[in-house]
Every structure is written in C-alpha cells, then in structure tokens.
C-alpha cells in the first residue's frame, strides 16, 4: 500500500467526517445492514452462502454473492445471551456437548431459524474451509444435507514444519481454482478477474488497516482495552473484502491515534497497571463480567493469537500469495512457530503475563496451549493461567473460577515487579558505591 493512504492519519479522514459518526456507531450500522441486506437478497430470490469465518472471501465478493458466517452469527447469539435454547435443542437433536458451541448453535438454529439476537436467511449454498478446524467440515456437510444444496471444501492441511511448505501453497490454490469453477457452474456466470483483483486489493487494504489499528495498542498505555478486538472481530469478518470495512477500520485506527496524542489510556477512571496476552475466542455470553473482572485489576489485554488471524496480507492478483495467507493460520502452524508467535507479540507489546482460555468447544487450539505456556514460563519468564471455559456454551464457564485465575495472575505479576524494583534498587546502591 502507499504510504500516502495514511496521510494525517489521527485526524478523521474525509470520509470518515460524515456526520461526526464514531467507529463504534458505524461498527453497529455496518452491522446491521450485513444482516438486512442478506435477509433482503434472500427475499429477492439472490444467491446466499454460509460460510467459514476464514474463507477465501475475495471469490465470493468478486461473483457478487451474499455471504452470511455462521459463527459470526453464533458468536452474536452467545453475546446476548441467546445461546442455550439452541444448544439445548442440537444436543436433544443428538449433537454431543463435546462439540464446538457454535455448531451447535448453528444446527439448531437451522431447525429453528429465529433469534431474539439476530437472523439471518437459510443458504442456497455452502462454502467450508477447514483452516480454521476439522469440526466444520462435518458441520457444514450436515447442513448442506439439511438444505439439499451444494457444497463448496476448500481444505488446508496442518503441517509440522516451522514455515508453510510450497506442497501445501499449491494444493490450497488448485482448491480456489476448483472453487471458481464450481461457483461459476452454480451461478451461470464466469468470474470478472477484474472484479476479483479489485476485491483482493480491498481485502488487503482491510486487513492493513485492522492491522495497523491492533497494532496501537502496543503503545504505552494502550490506547483501548484488549477486548474492543473482540468486538471489532464481527465486521473483520464479514467486511474484509468490502469498501465499507475500508471506512471502520480506517476510521478506528485515526480515534485510536487520536487518544495516544492525547495520552489517554483504555479507561478514563483509572490507570492501565498491568498488560496481558490473551490466548483463545472470548467467552461471548460473558465478556462483560471477563472484562470487568479485569479492568478492577488494571489488567489490560493488549493482544491476542486470535483477531490476529484476519491479518491475512498478500500482493493482489498473486493466487499462490493469497494461497499462502489462508493457509498459514495460527491453528495450522507447529508448535515451534506458536511458541515463536506468542513470545513476539509478548515481546512487541510488553505484556505482563498471558491467560489462556482453554475452550471446551476448541480443540485445536487448546491441544497445544499448556506447553506453549510451559516454554513461555521457562524461556521467556512470562507467568500464565488457564481458565476453563467455552465460546458460546454458559455451561462451561465459571466465573468464580475466572476471578480466582485472574486474581493468582495479579498476585504473580505484583511479585515479579516487587522483585524487579529490589533488584533495581540494589544495582542503583552498589553503582552508588563504586563511586
């Protein structure tokens, strides 16, 4: 990108100044017309797809089709609160607890397809990516069974090897290339390369600027807590390959710059005392007590493995660069490069200590997360706790259990700065003394 794009930044861009609107106001608008419009397309007799959170989204932006994401829609029922009927009703159904929480919400909600959350229309078809995890491919197999319409696989192998190997570039390609032939077949129509290009380069101008907004908080005090990624996650989503996305995230990123200027931290009433990393999905029907809890503490998130994910950069018009980026996920990589990652960003945003969710409904992520915490400790001397809980399911949360982890954490880091300030303090004297 030119540098030019980010002229001024920290002053609202012109086309951010309509209306004075806040990025928190446009994040909700943006919101809520994905939703209408797709319930509005569907009522026209339009094309809808369901689709994977990490999808290959610039093809579908480019043959001009409506694309709704089940866990987005998940994670929005879990946050208000709406959860447990669906899940209730897919394990009654024969779904075990042991699946992921946004399956189960989803197959539920495909049998009874209301919420007092948010809706959205039934799929003509389905696209699954299984970067993100094994679990969907079943999920999503079961559902275009439901619906009796075609799916789209674009599978992404998980490999051992530190870096992602050309065997597995190909292959993810030839599957996008496969993919742009079934969805021609399906529509009718051949893909527009001249819309595709364009879309790629809207969808690295997105994850550039998702970036850059993230990566502020790396300053000292963050200029936000941790968990507005969190809520900024739901348009990374489903915005990454649209014009709009490009106004939010520019827009969040100049409010963001705009508060370091003025030396403003991520809460008015109090002082931001310690700084973690977050590993793992927030617990959506209890982000407001898990933020809480933290901010009584001073404790603020300032990074996470997770939102990271959509940080997916690569040369428009390169099919094996953007081959690359879908298949270099977090998830995918060794645990020599997950090690790696996380004492980086450690590094890069000068955090405290680290608190790994371990989520029922994430298997793939939690496989790995009590050695990387071991090597983190031994290594890098960066304390952690776990804490159990799961995305969208209430009843594998405790936050009593949450408090006790996160009050352990405080406890741990005020003793390494204690000792920290001693041993400080006695270098200063035995300097003095030299003298």
Not at 17 to 26: F, G, P, Q
Not at 208 to 234: E, I, Q, S, V
Request: charged share 25%; hydrophobic share 35%; aromatic share 10%.
């Amino acid at each position: 990108m030119e540098e030019k794009t980010i002229a001024g930044a920290g002053k609202p861009a012109e086309d951010n100044a309509e209306d004075n609107i806040t990025s928190k106001k446009l994040l909700n608008q943006l919101m809520k017309e994905h939703y209408s419009q797709a319930r509005t397309a569907k009522a026209q007799g339009r094309t809808v797809v369901w689709a994977t959170s990490i999808i290959p989204q610039e093809i579908l932006e480019a043959m001009d089709l409506t694309v709704v994401y089940p866990e987005n829609h998940a994670a929005a029922v879990g946050a208000r609160k709406d959860a447990p009927g669906f899940i209730r009703r897919a394990e009654q159904s024969g779904y075990s607890t042991d699946i992921c929480s946004y399956a189960r919400v989803n197959l539920a909600y495909a049998e009874l397809p209301h919420s007092e959350a948010e809706n959205i229309p039934a799929p003509d078809l389905i696209f699954c990516g299984s970067n993100i995890c094994c679990t969907v491919i079943k999920w999503y197999e079961n559902l275009a069974r439901k619906f009796r319409i075609p799916m789209i696989l674009m599978d992404a192998p998980c490999s051992t090897a530190y870096y992602v190997e050309q065997e597995n570039v190909t292959y993810i390609r030839r599957q996008i290339e496969d993919a742009i032939r079934q969805l021609e077949t399906v529509t009718g129509r051949k893909m527009d390369r001249e819309r595709l290009l364009e879309v790629m380069r809207i969808s690295n101008e997105n994850a550039m600027w998702w970036k850059k907004a993230t990566d502020l908080l790396a300053h000292r005090p963050a200029p936000a807590c941790g968990f507005d990624m969190f809520n900024y996650m739901a348009p990374i989503v489903c915005l990454r390959g649209k014009k709009e996305g490009t106004r939010l995230f520019r827009l969040w990123y100049d409010e963001l710059l705009a508060k370091i200027g003025r030396g403003e931290g991520p809460w008015q009433d109090q002082p931001e005392r310690y700084r973690v990393l977050w590993d793992g999905i927030a617990c959506w029907p209890y982000l407001s007590d898990t933020y809480k809890i933290l901010k009584r503490c001073g404790i603020n998130v300032v990074t996470s493995t997770y939102p990271e994910s959509w940080t997916l950069l690569y040369e428009p018009g390169d099919l094996d660069g953007m081959a690359r980026a879908y298949g270099s996920l977090y998830v995918l990589r060794s645990l020599n490069y997950a090690v790696d990652r996380l004492s980086n960003l450690a590094s890069d945003f000068a955090v405290d200590g680290a608190i790994f969710h371990s989520n029922r409904s994430c298997k793939g992520m939690d496989f790995k997360q009590y050695e990387i915490a071991r090597r983190l400790r031994d290594k890098y001397s960066i304390p952690s706790v776990f804490f159990d809980g799961d995305q969208t399911d209430p009843n594998a949360f405790s936050l009593a259990q949450y408090e006790t982890r996160v009050q352990a954490l405080l406890e741990t880091m005020e003793n390494r700065r204690e000792q920290s300030r001693k041993q400080s303090r006695e270098q200063s004297r035995k300097g003095a003394g030299t003298k």
